[in-house]
């Protein structure tokens, strides 16, 4: 079946870092891969996504390649802020099931 | 544009009480989902509609789990009776098709206190 499993956290970085967050997938076919990003109190807002092989999804300064040789959708930021502190969760959704499926979860601190 | 909206945000019941959570999607998103999300942990789906018609419910417990989509806009997630172990966040999500690509924007959330 569909699993996505993630960099164990919690993860603590210090402002103006490299961030990197592994995530390697299984799934049938070709799956849309997804980060989701959660701040406290807040609901899971989607941060980017990649729907094939070789496309590189980025938005605020963070980015994630699409890498379906090692089945892998790493996040990566070259500087961390404050503000990024969240929980981040990768998933993946299958055309076929037409569900998103998570990873547990990474929590992200980063100290000033 | 308003975004999926849930209630009530926080709920704290005695075990074998019923509850239910309420979700407004997004206007125009024909589907609907619904997640429950344990501690620590990713969501996971109990049961995706598409208009009204639940066309995924293989992992809601239909025993004491039941959701209705009226006229294929609002949605309910009822439980009858809770359990201890349904102490966590139900999230809703909405999206425009239901293809696998496309975006599922989610609401805050209903977090449950069973005691």
């Known amino acids: 079946g569909n699993s996505v499993t993630q960099m164990e956290g919690p993860v603590t970085l210090s402002e103006e870092a490299f961030l990197t967050i592994n995530c390697t997938y299984t799934?049938?076919?070709?799956?849309?891969l997804f980060w989701y990003v959660q701040y406290p109190g807040e609901g899971l807002q989607l941060l980017l996504k990649a729907t094939k092989a070789d496309d590189k999804g980025s938005n605020k300064g963070f980015e994630a390649t699409y890498r379906k040789e090692t089945t892998s959708f790493h996040l990566e930021k070259g500087s961390v802020q404050v503000s990024d502190s969240a929980v981040y969760f990768c998933?993946?959704?299958?055309?076929?099931?037409?569900?998103?499926?998570f990873g547990q979860g990474t929590r992200l601190t980063i100290n000033p | 544009e308003a975004g999926v909206v849930q209630s009530p945000r926080y709920k704290i019941i005695e075990k074998k009480q019923p509850v239910a959570f309420w979700c407004n999607p997004i206007s125009g998103h024909n589907t609907l989902y619904w997640y429950l999300q344990n501690l620590g942990q990713g969501p996971e789906l109990l049961i995706r509609?598409?208009?009204?018609?639940?066309?995924?419910d293989s992992q809601l417990p239909k025993d004491r789990f039941s959701a209705e989509r009226l006229k294929g806009v609002d949605s309910t997630l009822k439980i009858q009776p809770a359990e201890l172990g349904d102490s966590a966040v139900y999230l809703c999500?909405?999206?425009f098709g239901g293809g696998g690509q496309e975006t599922q924007y989610f609401g805050p959330g209903t977090r449950l206190l069973v005691l």
């Open positions: 509609y598409e208009n009204e018609e639940a066309v995924d």
């Open positions: 799934a049938t076919g070709y799956p849309s």
């Open positions: 999500a909405s999206s």
């Open positions: 998933a993946l959704s299958n055309r076929g099931a037409q569900k998103l499926v």
